[in-house]
């Protein structure tokens, strides 16, 4: 899952001229901004290894046990719900920007639906019966970027230039 949405992103922004901090999809945001918001993805990125990659994490250690993740079937859903949503933004925001509301209505939903799922990360990494530091930590540092950089920040910059 986490393949599909680099591909997504590879498929939408091969075609782009501009680096990656100069991209249209930073919506105009002034480059201290950007580079703000890089960070915090760099910090994302080693918080979602945290807590799903490492030999203890969550997909190739064990899955979460007891609270709101606890059963393996919610997980599984929040997990694939949360792959889908964050895979689909891409296009969504590529449409979007070109002018389709349907498409930008659909992008602002994946952010918002990433989110919540993002929130869940979190909830079950403390809910569980013998919560792990670095889960914890993980969930948080992922949830930074994807509930507050992107579900709010950038939602709100997209909400407000294309409508």
Known sequence: MV???LLSYYLVFRGSKRG????KYWLGQPKS????LFILQLVSVIGFFLFMATPGGWLFGDTPRGGVLGNSTVFALVLATFFIAS???AFLAKKGLDGSKIAAIGCVASLIISAICAILFVAG???EAKSRWYVVLGTILFAM???LSDGVA????FIKQVF
Not at 20 to 23: F, G, H, N, R
Not at 33 to 36: A, C, D, P, T
Not at 154 to 157: M, R
């Open 3 to 5: 393949f599909l949405v």
């Open 20 to 23: 990656y901090l100069d991209s």
């Open 33 to 36: 901004v950007v580079k703000v």
């Open 87 to 89: 895979a689909s933004w």
């Open 125 to 127: 990494a403390v809910e």
């Open 145 to 147: 970027t994807i509930v």
């Open 154 to 157: 950038w939602n709100a910059k």
